[in-house]
C-alpha cells in the first residue's frame, strides 16, 4: 500500500478536527490560573483574576478603564506562538504586517509603514519597561513570558511618545521562590522542523533567586521554491536569557534581566500575481521560484536579526511609597536582502533570470540606553498618584544595498547610508481622585523633549547609476510634546464599571532614510499627533462565571505620517497626511457555563478613513489626468479624503473554547479558536482587483493529555488547520526592472501541525 506523502498531515489535522467536535464551538483563551471557588455557590471554580500593569501598578483587568487585550504566557505557549505576528489573530482591532525581522504593527487602522525603514513606529512595545520604537527591537522574547498586554488607543501620559496609537507591554516570567523546570519540544509536521525549551528557576541563596531559560527552532518553510527544492522560509532561531531578582529586604525587590536572541529567516515569502483582473482570482499557490546569484548581488535571500536587551528593574520601599528605578539597554544588528518571486503571472519563469534583475538588501545597526524613576503613592486615599522622569538616547544606521542586471541595459549596485542619533527626556504623573467608593477621576499629563540629528548619504559602488544620484544631506528637529488624558469611572456595581477617556498622543517627526535623491526640503517630515475619545465598560457576573467588556471609541490623526512606494518612480513618498480618523467598538465576552467548559468571543468593527490628504501618491485606478506622479502640480493637487486606511478590515475577532475533563489518572484538554477578517487593502495605491484580500476564516485548535500533577503532557497543536493563504502586503512590480509586469505578495503562513511534549519537574 502507498502512503501518501502527507499521510502524518491528514492524521493530525483529523485528530484535531474530531477533538473540536466533542464540545461546544467558540474561542480559545486560558482559563483561570486558580480554582477560585465561592463557598456560596456550588461552582468549584472561576475564570479567575488577571493582574495587568497597565497604568504603572499592578491591578485587575477588569479595574482597568482601558481597552486592553491581555494574553496570558500559557495561552502563547500552548499555541507556539513565537511572534507578534502569530498573536494579530487573537486581538480585535490588530495587524501585523508581515516584513521580514521588522514586524510593523497597526492598532484601530494605525501604524507606520514598512517603507520608510528608519520610521518610529505609532505602536511602540515595551518589554519589561523597556521602550522599544522600532519593529526589530524585540522580535526574539516570544517566549517565557508571564503576559502580554495590548493597549489600544493613545497612551503618551505613562508610556510617552510613538505610542500615538496604542502600546504593547511584553512581561517576562520572574525567577520563584521554590525550585522548578520544565523541558518542552515539539516536531511540526507541515514545516519539518522541531523547537525545544528548557527552563530552570529556583532560590540560589534565602534573597537571590534565579531563572535561566533558552529556546531553540530549527523549522523549514510553506512555500516551495521550485530552484533549489527548498521550502522557504525556514525558520532558525537560538534564545536565551537569565533573570536574576535579589530580595534582601520586604521593601527592596531588583530584578536583573540579560537576554540574547539570534532569529534567521531563509529565504522569502514573496509570490507573483497577475495585475489583469481577468486573470486574477486571489488564490496563491504553494510555489516560487528564486534563482542563485539574484540580480547579481552573489547573496542569499534572508531576513536576519541578533539582538542583546538588558534590563534591571527596582522596587524600593520608601515609608508607605513605592520608588521604582529601571535602566536598559537594546543592541541589534539586521541582515536582510530581498528578493522576489521570478514566475510570470502564466506560471512560467522567463529564461536568463528576467524576472531577477533587482534585490535589495537593508542591514540595520542599532543601540539604546534609558533610564526611569518613578515614586507611587499608597492606595485606599482620596488622591492616588504616580510621577516620574524618563530619558532615552539612542544610535541608528540604516544601509541599503540596490542591486540590479540589466535594467533599461544598466547593470550594477548602489547604496545609501542613513545615520541617526537621537535622545529624548520626558516628565510625566498621573493622579486618581477618589470622590467615592463609586466615582474617580483619572487624569494624566506627560511632557516629553526629542532631539534627532541625522545624515544621508548615497553612491554608486559599481557599475552603471540606475537611480540619479543628489548630493548627500543632513537635518536636525527638535520638539516638545503635551500628552493629556482624562478618565471618568464610575462603578455602578463591585462588579460592573463604565468609564469616558479623553487622551492624546503623540509621535515624534524624522527624516526620509532609503530614498535615492532624496530633496533637501523633503529629508524631514513633521510629528504627528492622535486624540482618542472612548466609552467603556467592563463587567463580570455570577461570581466570575461570566465577564463582558465594551469600548466605543472614535480616534482623530493629525499630520499622520505616510510613506508609500511609486512603483514606476522606484521611489518612495514619505509624507504627512492632514487628517485621518478611525472610529468603532470593541466587544470582548468571556463565559464558564460548566466548571469544565470556558467560552470566549471578541468581535470589532472598524471604520478608518483619510479625512484630508492632499499630495497624496497617485491611485492604481486612476488615469493621468486624475493624477500624475511625474507632475508635481499633479500631486500637490491630488487628495484621497474618503480613502480607507491600510491594513483595517471593518470587523474582526476571534469564537473559540477551551474544555477541560478528566480521564482517569490524566486530565484531556481541548481547544479551538475561529479567527475572521473582513477585506481589507494591503497595497499602496489601493488596487480594487489586486491590491484588496479578500476576507478570510482560520481556525486553529489544541488537545493535550496530561497527568493531574502536571508532571507531563503530551499536545496536538494546529494552526490554520483550513489552510488559508492570505497576504500581509501586496505590490506592482514595474515593468521597468522586471522582464514580465506583475504582483508581488506577501504571503502569512499557512497550516502548522505541531506534536508537543513537555516534562515539568
Not at 483563551?29 to 461552582?43: E, F, I, L, M, V
Not at 535561566?212 to 523549514?220: C, E, F, H, V, Y
Not at 509570490?271 to 552573489?298: K, P
Not at 466587544?587 to 467548559?597: F, G, R, S, Y
Request: glycine share 10%.
Amino acid at each position: 500500500m502507498r502512503i501518501p506523502a502527507n499521510f502524518s498531515t491528514m492524521v493530525s489535522s483529523l485528530a484535531l478536527a474530531s477533538a473540536i467536535m466533542v464540545s461546544p464551538t467558540a474561542m480559545a483563551q486560558d482559563s483561570a490560573d486558580g480554582n477560585g471557588a465561592d463557598p456560596s455557590t456550588d461552582r468549584q471554580r472561576s475564570m479567575g483574576v488577571i493582574v495587568v500593569t497597565a497604568q504603572k501598578r499592578e491591578q485587575k483587568l477588569q479595574d482597568v478603564p482601558v481597552s486592553i487585550t491581555a494574553v496570558r504566557g500559557a495561552t502563547l505557549e500552548a499555541l507556539q506562538i513565537s511572534d507578534l505576528r502569530s498573536i494579530q489573530s487573537y486581538v480585535p482591532n490588530m495587524a501585523v504586517l508581515n516584513s521580514g525581522v521588522n514586524p510593523v504593527v497597526f492598532i484601530r487602522g494605525f501604524g507606520s509603514g514598512p517603507n520608510n525603514v528608519a520610521f518610529d513606529q505609532e505602536v511602540s512595545v515595551y518589554l519589561d519597561g523597556i521602550y522599544g520604537g522600532r519593529g526589530a527591537q524585540f522580535s526574539a522574547p516570544f517566549f517565557d513570558l508571564e503576559r502580554m498586554e495590548v493597549l489600544r488607543g493613545p497612551q503618551g501620559a505613562l508610556f510617552g511618545r510613538n505610542t500615538a496609537a496604542g502600546a504593547i507591554s511584553l512581561i517576562s516570567k520572574r525567577p520563584t521562590d521554590t525550585f522548578e523546570g520544565h523541558v518542552s519540544a515539539g516536531y511540526d509536521f507541515e514545516r519539518n522542523g522541531y523547537n525545544a525549551t528548557g527552563v530552570v528557576s529556583g532560590p540560589v541563596t534565602d534573597t537571590l533567586s534565579m531563572r535561566l531559560a533558552g529556546k531553540i527552532t530549527r523549522q523549514d518553510g510553506y512555500i516551495k521554491n521550485l530552484y533549489n527544492g527548498e521550502d522557504d522560509p525556514q525558520l532558525r532561531d537560538t534564545m536565551a536569557r537569565l533573570t536574576l531578582r535579589w530580595q534582601p529586604s520586604s521593601d527592596v525587590d531588583v530584578v536583573f534581566k540579560n537576554e540574547y536572541g539570534d532569529h534567521l529567516i531563509e529565504g522569502g515569502v514573496t509570490v507573483s500575481g497577475s495585475l489583469d483582473e481577468d486573470v486574477y482570482d486571489g488564490d496563491f499557490g504553494d510555489e516560487r521560484y528564486i534563482s542563485d546569484n539574484y540580480a547579481g548581488a552573489g547573496l542569499d535571500e534572508e531576513s536576519g536579526i541578533e539582538t542583546w536587551n538588558s534590563a534591571i528593574n527596582a522596587d524600593i520601599g520608601i515609608g508607605e511609597h513605592t520608588l521604582t528605578l529601571i535602566s536598559g539597554y537594546s543592541h541589534f544588528e539586521t541582515t536582510r536582502f530581498t528578493a522576489y518571486d521570478e514566475v510570470a503571472p502564466d506560471g512560467t519563469v522567463p529564461a536568463n533570470g528576467g524576472n531577477a534583475r533587482f534585490g535589495n538588501g537593508f542591514p540595520e545597526d542599532f543601540d539604546q540606553w534609558s533610564v526611569e524613576a518613578r515614586v507611587a503613592s499608597p492606595l485606599g486615599q482620596f488622591l492616588e498618584y504616580i510621577v516620574g522622569v524618563y530619558y532615552d538616547t539612542s544610535d541608528y544606521h540604516l544601509h541599503q544595498d540596490s542591486y540590479y542586471r540589466d535594467v533599461f541595459t544598466l547593470t550594477g549596485h548602489q547604496s545609501t547610508d542613513f545615520f541617526q542619533d537621537s535622545s529624548s527626556w520626558s516628565a510625566y504623573g498621573q493622579g486618581t481622585f477618589n470622590f467615592s467608593p463609586e466615582l474617580k477621576l483619572i487624569t494624566g499629563l506627560r511632557y516629553s523633549q526629542t532631539d534627532k540629528d541625522a545624515e544621508f548619504s548615497q553612491y554608486t559602488v559599481s557599475g552603471s547609476p540606475l537611480n540619479p544620484i543628489g548630493p548627500g544631506t543632513s537635518g536636525s528637529l527638535s520638539e516638545n510634546y503635551l500628552d493629556p488624558s482624562a478618565t471618568v469611572q464610575y462603578d455602578i456595581t463591585p462588579d460592573t464599571m463604565v468609564y469616558a477617556t479623553a487622551a492624546r498622543g503623540s509621535k515624534s517627526g524624522g527624516f526620509v532614510s532609503n530614498t535615492y535623491n532624496v530633496a533637501p526640503d523633503g529629508f524631514k517630515f513633521a510629528p504627528e499627533r492622535s486624540t482618542n475619545y472612548e466609552l467603556g465598560l467592563k463587567s463580570t457576573f455570577g461570581d466570575g462565571l461570566a465577564s463582558v467588556n465594551l469600548a466605543i471609541f472614535r480616534m482623530d490623526f493629525e499630520d499622520l505620517q505616510q510613506s508609500a512606494y511609486d512603483p514606476d518612480r522606484r521611489t518612495f513618498f514619505t509624507r504627512n497626511a492632514a487628517e485621518a480618523r478611525s472610529e468603532g467598538v470593541e466587544l470582548e465576552v468571556e463565559l464558564l457555563p460548566t466548571d469544565n467548559l470556558t467560552l470566549n468571543a471578541n468581535v470589532a468593527y472598524l471604520d478608518a478613513k483619510f479625512r484630508d490628504y492632499p499630495g497624496a501618491p497617485c491611485l492604481t485606478a486612476e488615469t493621468l489626468a486624475e493624477c500624475d506622479s511625474s507632475d508635481a502640480n499633479s500631486l500637490a493637487a491630488h487628495n484621497i479624503a474618503g480613502t480607507p486606511l491600510l491594513f483595517a478590515p471593518k470587523w474582526s475577532g476571534n469564537i473559540g473554547f477551551h474544555h477541560q475533563m478528566d480521564v482517569q489518572q490524566f486530565r484531556l484538554t481541548t481547544s479551538a479558536n475561529a479567527q475572521f477578517r473582513s477585506k481589507y487593502f494591503v497595497a499602496d495605491g489601493y488596487s480594487p482587483v489586486w491590491g484588496v484580500q479578500d476576507g478570510w476564516t482560520k481556525i486553529d485548535a489544541r488537545v493535550e493529555l496530561a497527568t493531574q500533577d502536571d508532571r507531563w503532557s503530551v499536545a496536538l497543536v494546529g494552526r490554520n488547520l483550513t489552510d488559508e493563504h492570505t497576504r500581509g502586503a501586496s505590490l506592482r512590480f514595474p515593468g521597468s526592472i522586471t522582464d514580465t509586469t506583475r504582483t508581488l505578495n506577501w504571503m502569512d503562513e499557512y497550516r502548522s501541525v505541531s506534536l508537543v511534549g513537555t516534562r515539568r519537574f
